[in-house]
């Protein structure tokens, strides 16, 4: 019996000396690994899907194309038809609309239009471009007046020529 509170004491006196629980301690974290058997299944999955689902692109063949009839670079060239150009003047009462070329002078944003619509139909292409050309003393909603007259005239390339300092 003796023998056996002496056990007990001295078991007693190891808890006392023992180091303070701590959070965590037990395995290692670093020893810890995920379980790779779930993971490859979802990969050979996903690779299975892709390998299924997915088109491949056809072997690419030649493209047709027709050769020119002669040599030379003057086939690509087209004829360019010269840019109409407004330019736009500040008179006493409003704004001037002068036609590049024509010396025509306009002073309503209706009659723009129909000289635009003339003009137009003279060259036979809605292709031309149109450069409206401000003054600097050119209020901007007059600018902007002459820009969609000449879109409402159905001309396709329509832009503001920048003013020079």
Same mark, same amino acid.
């Given at each position: ?22 959070? *965590?301690? =037990? #395995?290692?974290?670093?020893?810890? +690994?995920? @379980?790779? !058997?779930?993971? %490859?299944?979802?990969?050979?999955? &996903? ?53 590049? *070329?024509? =010396? #025509?002078?306009?002073?309503?944003? +209706?009659? @723009?239009? !129909?000289?635009? %619509?003339?003009?137009?139909?003279? &060259? ?42």
């Amino acid at each position: 019996m003796e023998a056996m509170r002496e056990r007990i004491q001295l078991a007693s006196d190891r808890s006392l000396t023992r180091r303070p629980f701590r959070v *965590g301690r =037990g #395995r290692d974290r670093s020893k810890i +690994q995920p @379980l790779l !058997t779930p993971m %490859i299944d979802v990969t050979f999955q &996903l690779l299975l899907f892709l390998l299924l689902v997915g088109t491949f692109r056809p072997p690419e063949g030649q493209i047709p194309a027709v050769s020119p009839q002669r040599a030379g670079i003057a086939l690509a060239q087209r004829d360019v038809a010269k840019p109409i150009v407004l330019t736009l003047r500040r008179t006493g009462d409003g704004v001037a609309y002068e036609m590049s *070329g024509l =010396g #025509r002078r306009w002073t309503s944003p +209706q009659e @723009l239009y !129909t000289g635009l %619509i003339a003009c137009r139909e003279s &060259l036979g292409s809605d292709q031309v471009a149109v450069v409206v050309r401000p003054g600097q003393d050119v209020p901007w909603n007059n600018v902007v007046e002459a820009v969609n007259q000449a879109i409402r005239a159905k001309f396709r390339n329509v832009g503001i020529h920048p003013l020079s300092p």
